[in-house]
């Protein structure tokens, strides 16, 4: 199977320098030069629908606009990128959630990816009504895809667990395709969720030792339960036709850090909750002297922003060697973004994508020049 690669929607807004946000800020913090409107986030889109990129990420939280709805509008401004739709199982109940998908799916020609996501940060789950600890939040995130998962198979549910019930659920209509499950974290809660439910385990870029680690972990725990699991990655890129550009492009935006916003997004994200945002933070120590954590995976990024906070740094030769070290490990999908995120994906799609063709670990999904036969539906022309 060839490798996917997913592109991102900056839902909170876009810039030529770094824009914050994500686990640990408070809401308000995210914010651009360039609006998150749909003009812009559909030049985005085709952007990554051009050049050959499967998908595009659309965050969740309070510090972003609802991913549902902003995806639900430029599917009508795209014609075959799929939307990995990020969304909190415990602000929707798992029957409605399941019929938002199989909606999405019948509207949009099956371009629908879920990316399930347990929780933000206490003070946050709290500002949407849900007051659950960490591990509680899990376990409800366990029976929710329990309950989705059994609706999508068109049975009739009855389930009662220690956090969701439903008497005689059934969808009128089923999602076809069925949309695949993305899910990622790094505490042993996580581990047992993503085995048991996730079709993609993601994780945030961190080195490759690491990174196998995860990939043998969840393997191993869903070897247990008798699943298979596919494995990806989520990072950011700067890629140019030297690495010498490259490097000055990531020193700029390192120099647009102001050390104040350093100090107060670092003090945010240590009262993170999060145990992938421990590993992110344990990259860089919040000094700016040891970011090269792995050959060209800059950990910059992280100092003023919550979530993935490393980047593939280099030459386009560069960063397709750092992808075929990290699909060696087992990893087929990519979900990448930089900034800004219109011209970075050109960057990327025109620069490191021919390489990976060359050698044969990736084709555009609908032909050299991104186009499908007129008539056949999405579903089936991938």
Known sequence: MSLQFHWFLPTYGDSRHVVGGGHGLPAGAAGGQRPADLGYLTQIARAAEQVGFVGALTPTGAWCEDAWLTTAFLARETERLKFLVAFRPGVVAPTLAAQMAATYQRHSGGRLLLNVVTGGEAHEQRAYGDFLDKDARYARTGEFLEIVRSLWRGETVDFEGEHLSVEQAKLERVPDPVPPVYFGGSSPAAGDVAAEHCDVYLTWGEPPAQVAEKIAWIRELAARRGRTVRFGIRLHVITRDTA??????????????????????????????????????????????????????????????????????GSHAEVAERIREYHALGLEEFVLSGYPHLEEAYWFGEGVLPLLAADGLWRHPFGAGGDREVGVPFAAAV
């Not at 916003?261 to 421990?278: F, H, N, P, W």
């Open 244 to 313: 010498e550009q490259a490097w000055g492009e990531a020193q700029r935006l390192l120099s647009g850090f102001d050390p104040q916003t350093i100090a107060s997004v670092q003090a945010g994200l240590a009262r993170s909750e999060s145990e992938g945002q421990r590993r992110m933070l344990a990259l860089h120590g919040g000094g700016l002297d040891r970011l090269e954590v792995a050959p060209n995976l800059w950990a910059g990024i992280g100092l003023v922003r919550g979530g993935a906070g490393t980047a593939l740094v």
